[in-house]
């Protein structure tokens, strides 16, 4: 398994994203985290067809910190099953990377 992540994570408004992308980066559980909106959805949900305008979550963190950022995701998200998947980040320059542990190290602030 890599050491890198992309989490990607959708939510229902420009208000929730801030919110959240403030909690992941506050609590150095992400590095950084790209809005990219508005976008639109076309899901399953309850045996129904369903189409939405949502923003789309980019979050560069590290495999160590995945499962307390999906938590802090879950905390604050207004779904009731939140998209939240991490896809590896396969080869990036080494200096970002870096930066991604560095940033991430849950004792940086201690």
């Known amino acids: 398994m890599t050491d890198f992540l992309q989490v990607h994570v959708t939510v229902p408004s420009r208000d929730e994203a801030e919110r959240i992308c403030s909690a992941v980066v506050g609590r150095r ?13 076309v ?48 080869a990036g320059t080494a200096d970002y990377l870096e930066w991604i542990r560095r940033e991430t190290n849950p004792e940086r602030d201690a």
Do not use: K
């Open 29 to 41: 559980l992400a590095a950084a985290v790209q809005v990219v909106a508005p976008i639109t959805s």
């Open 43 to 90: 899901y399953w949900w309850r045996g129904e067809t369903n189409r939405a305008d949502e923003w789309l979550l980019f979050m560069t963190t590290t495999a160590q910190r995945f499962d307390e950022l999906a938590a802090c995701v879950r905390e604050l998200h207004s779904y009731e099953v939140p998209q939240i998947v991490a896809v590896p980040l396969v």
